[in-house]
């Protein structure tokens, strides 16, 4: 939610699309993470359903066709009762060039092996497990670029990663955006401080293939088809529903989105960014059609609910943040679920809620820096988050990983995170390329001079 949690969260979800050229379908703008990270691009979309403490049904990464990216326009999965997840739906719109394939300058032997650690495929290549921590420590650093701690529970994770390991991290501009990942990783090329991998929305990540590694983890198997690269240039890592987080101290709890226009909630109502720029204020938008009658790609009347919002004196023109919730100036934000939730461990009045007739879902894409200065902890990295242990650091974080349901279904479920994740009843909507391009339009032409 916060300034320094919107990224973009559009993943690829299942488009029209055969596996391929699975892209996601989402739109433009990503805000930074911190205050939107999205602002220039959307990620992922979820889906997926939990009674109780547990999920029923498929989780959100049982959306598509096994066989391929063959899915309806919309998806959308009746669900009893879903965990929140993900990461959210930055609008993205950057869709940078994708450079051509490049043969990376760097490589690493691993220790005693000989083996090129970038261009490995798998822990096969350096001769297992141990092969390559002894590659990674040999290299002694990696380099992340737009995770911030907050974000996801990637504090967690880096931390987790150097204790485990005693390889030290460098984590650059924490609140970028995807597309600041990618023209960081093109400008520093060749440099020992170029970042070693990518967390992407999948417009973003769509057009820069040609910069990414192919790897798949050990865990290969346990990732839905429709969720990874069939060679592993890239994989889904965690997923997110889009909500509306607030205090239950300051103003009573909605049971609808119409709520928000009553009095109680004069001047407490924000939006995580500019929808024409920010993906999570865009995936907002979305869903608040959606909620009024609308959809993903015809967001008019999403418009004209946020012009009311305005007329009523109940919108609050400014990007919430961590602070601005703490100190109550933004009791209502309008966020992802994952930069919500995790807000009620600072302040225990604050609830997440995810509005019945609009549930609007978005993924998020895992990828190696081709030309990474440090290649073999690159691929370390991936293995440590993709292991039970990082997919249940991203499931503390509020953000739906996508080993749930193997993991489920061997009992490695962290109980305590599910539990905690908040409740979804309703249809998961995944908005495709084509809804996310409409509604761009529409915003483009009547945003600003309907809410300003």
């Not at 916060?2 to 299942?14: E, I």
């Not at 002894?134 to 880096?158: C, F, Q, R, S, T």
Request: with cysteine; hydrophobic share 40%.
């Amino acid at each position: 939610m916060t300034t320094d949690h919107v990224r973009d969260f559009t993943r690829p979800s299942n488009h029209l699309l055969t596996r391929p050229r699975a892209h996601p379908p989402y739109p433009p703008g990503e805000p930074t993470r911190s205050g939107t990270r999205d602002r220039i691009e959307i990620r992922r979309g979820l889906g997926g359903h939990a009674a109780g403490q547990g999920w029923e049904g498929s989780s959100p990464w049982s959306f598509g066709s096994p066989h391929g990216w063959k899915v309806p326009r919309v998806r959308s999965t009746s669900i009893r009762y879903a965990a929140l997840s993900v990461a959210a739906l930055a609008a993205v719109g950057i869709a940078a060039c994708s450079p051509p394939p490049s043969s990376t300058s760097t490589s690493t032997t691993a220790a005693g092996g000989g083996v090129n650690a970038a261009k490995a495929t798998s822990l096969a290549d350096f001769g297992g497990m141990d092969g390559l921590v002894a590659a990674a420590k040999k290299e002694g650093a990696l380099n992340v670029i737009a995770l911030p701690p907050d974000w996801a529970n990637y504090g967690e994770a880096i931390k987790g990663f150097t204790a485990k390991y005693g390889i030290p991290i460098t984590s650059d501009q924490p609140d970028g955006s995807s597309a600041d990942e990618i023209s960081t990783a093109q400008r520093l090329k060749g440099q020992s401080k170029a970042p070693d991998v990518f967390d992407l929305g999948s417009a973003v990540a769509m057009a820069n293939t040609g910069m990414f590694a192919p790897y798949q983890v050990a865990t290969w198997k346990d990732i839905p088809d429709n969720a990874k690269d069939p060679k592993g240039v890239w994989v889904y890592d965690y997923a997110g529903y889009m909500s509306v987080g607030y205090d239950s101290a300051k103003v009573p709890a909605p049971t609808a989105l119409a709520d928000l226009l009553k009095a109680e909630y004069k001047g407490k109502v924000a939006l995580n960014g500019d929808p024409t720029k920010a993906g999570a204020a865009f995936a907002g938008v979305q869903m608040v059609s959606i909620g009024q009658g609308g959809t993903a790609a015809d967001i008019a009347k999403g418009v004209d609910f946020f012009k009311s919002l305005k007329d009523a004196g109940n919108f609050l023109p400014l990007d919430p943040n961590e602070a601005s919730v703490l100190s109550g100036q933004t009791p209502v934000v309008i966020d992802w679920a994952y930069n919500n939730a995790p807000l009620t461990k600072k302040l225990p009045t604050w609830k997440t809620w995810i509005p019945d007739n609009a549930v609007l879902a978005g993924y998020y894409i895992q990828a190696i820096n081709v030309d990474a200065p440090h290649p073999a902890a690159a691929r370390l990295w991936q293995e440590y988050l993709y292991s039970d242990e990082g997919q249940n650091i991203w499931l503390k974080g509020a953000a739906f990983p996508v080993r749930y349901d193997a993991m489920k279904a061997a009992g490695k479920i962290d109980a305590a995170a599910q539990a905690a994740l908040p409740a979804v009843n309703g249809k998961v909507v995944i908005p495709t390329t084509a809804d996310n391009d409409a509604a761009k339009a529409y915003l483009a032409a009547n945003w600003t001079k309907a809410v300003g």
